[in-house]
């Protein structure tokens, strides 16, 4: 069973930080590009960042560059989403894929369920 599971605290307050969790099962996630995703309430899905195979960094939008950074764990299996001076702004549903390439032309295979992280004010 090929499946992403992304997680975390799920409430903070602004100014606070969060560090979401992506935990692969099924394939090894050193092997692919991994892209982390979110949808604000009533707005589109955006991406935020990848982290390719070869742990380059591509931010996706301006918003969160020098707020959040992406690493990983081989060990582990597992890529983390460090969310530094969060501003109510990020609320959003947040979700993890895995794909070949850090480039939004190209397809994302596997996508996580999503966890929700609310910044309160």
């Known amino acids: 069973d090929v499946q992403l599971q992304a997680s975390g605290r799920g409430v903070v307050r602004a100014g606070g930080s969060e560090r979401l969790s992506c935990t692969a099962s099924g394939f090894t996630l050193d092997d692919y590009a991994i892209g982390w995703f979110r949808r604000p309430p009533g707005k589109d899905q955006e991406g935020i960042l990848c982290?390719?195979?070869?742990?380059?960094?591509?931010y996706f939008i301006d918003s969160v560059k020098g707020r959040f950074t992406i690493s990983s764990d081989n060990a582990k299996n597992t890529v983390y989403l460090q969310m530094n001076n969060l501003e109510p702004e990020d609320t959003a549903e947040y979700y993890c894929a895995a794909g070949l390439l850090c480039s939004m032309r190209y397809p994302f295979y596997y996508w996580g369920q999503g966890t929700l992280v609310t910044v309160s004010s």
């Open positions: 982290i390719s195979s070869s742990k380059n960094t591509t």
